[in-house]
């Protein structure tokens, strides 16, 4: 698949901001064999004074921006061509769930993709007895690692609602497992916290999701959304797997990953400081656009 990506993310301040200082994880990864970025740009405005770009430990692109003058607004505005070539995961390699310990314990490498870095608590996902227990419910017939990934993912999907307005970018875990209630982002957390507790470990993924209309509608500009969903390392045959909770899935060719981490606090698109007084408001919009191959 091919894909135009556009990206806006705007922040406004009831108060001019007289400076501030943003790390920026906006564009879609470079993934040999999994998606190709071509035509990719990033602008901000107002025009920054400062500008830089590093890879995080994650492998993560970052841009680091400064702004000096003083601004009510700020916009960043990203954009790309993707081609997804990855569908979706092949055979089921992966070995039992009892076998996984000893797996985890024969990897020696501790670089970003080792899996020793997810298997611990987080900053923003800690262990919760009462997700551990669902957890285990719903993996408890799974023949293999991959299996128990995508069964606790269906019951997450089954047992949690989707409610845009029920919880926050700060919200735990625990409470909004609590209430069965989320976005993506809870979801996603949720399903790391329950992998990590039965000793599966588990990564924080964000991305961009292709949105498909209902029959004879148009499809909407900016409908498109900013996504999360979770990667799960299946033993060293199976790898990393992609598995997205909130559709009930494992990712595939409609999923463009962006960036990795081990919870929301490594990967957000935008974070930063700012010489503020006062409320602010922010606004986005994504557009993921099939192009003719």
Known sequence: MLYQVRLSVSYHYARPASGGRHLLRLLPAHLPGVQEISQEAIA?????????EHTDFFGNRTVEVA???????????????????????????????TDLPGE????????????????????RI???????????????????????????????HRDLRFDGGATSVDTRPEEAFAHRHGVCQDFAQ?????????GVPAAYVSGFLRTVPPPGQPRLEGADAMHAWVRAWCG?????????????C????????????RDYGDLAPVSGILRIAGGQRTSHAVDVIPLPG
């Open 104 to 123: 985890i314990a024969a990897v020696l490498d501790l670089g970003p993709a080792a899996p020793h870095h997810f298997l611990s608590a987080s900053p």
């Open 44 to 52: 901000i405005s107002p025009r920054p004074t400062e500008r830089s």
């Open 126 to 156: 800690r262990p919760v007895a009462a997700i551990t227990d669902h957890a285990r419910l719903a993996l408890a017939d799974a023949p293999s690692v991959r299996a128990a990934v995508e069964a606790l993912g269906r019951a997450l």
């Open 250 to 261: 494992f990712v595939g060719a409609d999923h463009v990953v962006a960036a990795v981490g």
């Open 67 to 97: 702004v000096a003058c003083d601004h009510s607004e700020i916009v960043f505005t990203a954009g790309c061509r993707v081609e997804r070539l990855f569908a979706g995961p092949g055979a089921d390699r992966s070995p039992p769930l």
């Open 190 to 198: 949720i399903m790391i916290a329950g992998l990590r507790g039965v």
């Open 236 to 248: 060293r045959s199976e790898g990393w797997v992609d598995y997205d909770p909130t559709n009930g």
